[in-house]
């Protein structure tokens, strides 16, 4: 693999967790923060923006997914895929817990 493709492993892996709560909270129906609200990433954003800003989060996550070959017979791809993925879900658990108190 190329040098890019290992770094597109850790950010595949990010922007597809990130795109795990948008989508939860959108067909829930819940409002979320979004970067389209006021503020951005703190005012609530509609359960509508937040499914789409998901589903957008996960085309770029798949084409990220297939740019960097994330594949099981490298498993630094694997280990970096999972790195972004645990890197954005603890990031996010520390950004968000003050939603759940209003």
């Known amino acids: 693999m190329e040098w890019y493709q290992y770094i597109t492993c850790f950010f ?12 939860v909270h959108g067909i829930s129906g819940e409002k979320f923060p979004t970067p389209f609200a ?4 703190k005012g609530l954003s509609t359960p509508l923006t937040n499914t789409v800003w998901a589903l957008f989060n996960i085309i770029i996550g798949y084409l990220l997914f297939r740019v960097s070959k994330v594949s099981t017979d ?3 791809s694997v280990v970096l895929m999972f790195a972004g993925i645990a890197s954005m879900s603890i990031m996010l658990s520390l950004h968000f817990p003050a939603k759940d108190k209003e």
């Open 12 to 23: 595949a892996g990010a922007v597809l967790a990130n795109a795990m709560p948008h989508f």
């Open 38 to 41: 006021k503020p951005p990433g």
């Open 74 to 76: 490298n498993l630094m």
